[in-house]
């Protein structure tokens, strides 16, 4: 199935992708609230929402 057509059937995610073909097939580790302090502090940070029956939804950088 093309990327553009597909929709998340059910959470959490096993994998994540965009319209134009890019996927990531492994999850990480669950993140607790230190772990997101660092990130965001680290490194530019994709932010991703997803809901069931939709594809996901990329908010795009600032």
Known sequence: ???????IT???LRELW???GFAS????????ADDIRALLRSAP???VTAAVGS????????
């Open 45 to 47: 940070v994709h932010f």
């Open 25 to 32: 097939g492994s999850r990480g580790k669950w993140l607790g």
């Open 1 to 7: 199935m093309e990327t553009a057509q597909k929709v």
């Open 10 to 12: 059910r959470l959490p």
């Open 18 to 20: 965009r319209h134009d």
């Open 55 to 62: 594809a996901p939804h990329w908010i795009p950088p600032r």
